[in-house]
């Protein structure tokens, strides 16, 4: 069964310094990982993904995420968080096998960035 | 691209009232997707569809849930003798039916059940 964990509730950072949102995942194949980021009363927008091949992946915004096979974890950073970067950030995982196409979510993280 | 649209955005309803949500996908877009999403949880998947074919459904979705595509474009999720249980925020995306390919969401539909 695929299953995601992202053990912070919630991420503190000020304005400028570097910001990660650690994700750990489990699945039966090779995965495919994928954030996502929800704002107050919205739907979810698509950040980035890791599908195969590099294992940094660059997204909208100036996110970017690291795939590392051997710990399961896909972590999403950002060189310099800015305030508007505050939201609810959720890591999704699906197996690469034809027959599985549901995204499994993570519980989610808040991020907070302070002025 | 105007993105994937659902209507209502809110429907409050008594229990044991039927409800009937909309989904309109992306346009070109032949996957489409049903989720669930409670306070402070993560998307839960419901079903999806490709074209007009529902190809998997969740344990989650009981006999009370059905969902229809009926010509491959939009979809409805209706819910039937609706339960307090039954209140959460109701998630559609959509998708090409490409290896990989990432599941573009509405802004759903947050459903109350008094």
């Known amino acids: 069964a695929q299953s995601v964990a992202q053990p912070e509730d919630q991420v503190n950072v000020a304005e400028g310094n570097p910001l990660t949102v650690k994700c750990t995942y489990s699945v039966s194949g090779n995965p495919y990982l994928f954030w996502y980021v929800q704002y107050p009363n919205r739907g979810l927008q698509f950040l980035l993904k890791y599908i195969t091949g590099d294992n940094l992946v660059k997204g909208s915004y100036g996110f970017e995420a690291e795939f590392n096979k051997s710990q399961t974890s896909f972590h999403l950073k950002k060189p310099s968080a800015l305030v508007s970067d505050s939201a609810l950030y959720f890591c999704?995982?699906?197996?690469?096998?034809?027959?599985?196409?549901?995204?499994?979510f993570g519980t989610g993280t808040r991020l907070l960035v302070s002025p | 691209d105007t993105g994937v649209s659902q209507d209502p955005r809110h429907k409050i309803t008594k229990r044991g009232q039927n409800v009937t949500f909309r989904c309109d996908p992306i346009?070109?877009?032949?996957?489409l997707y049903w989720y669930r999403q409670t306070l402070g949880q993560g998307p839960e998947f419901l079903t999806y569809?490709?074209?007009?074919?529902?190809?998997?459904k969740s344990r989650l979705l009981s006999d009370r849930f059905s969902a229809e595509r009926p010509k491959g474009s939009f979809s409805t999720l209706e819910i039937q003798r609706t339960e307090q249980g039954d209140s959460a925020m109701y998630l559609c995306?959509?998708?090409?039916?490409?290896?990989?390919?990432?599941?573009?969401f509405g802004p759903g539909t947050r459903l109350t059940v008094t």
């Open positions: 995306a959509s998708s090409l039916a490409l290896e990989g390919y990432e599941q573009y």
């Open positions: 346009s070109e877009h032949n996957r």
């Open positions: 569809f490709q074209n007009e074919a529902q190809l998997e």
């Open positions: 999704a995982v699906r197996d690469d096998g034809a027959g599985f196409q549901k995204l499994v």
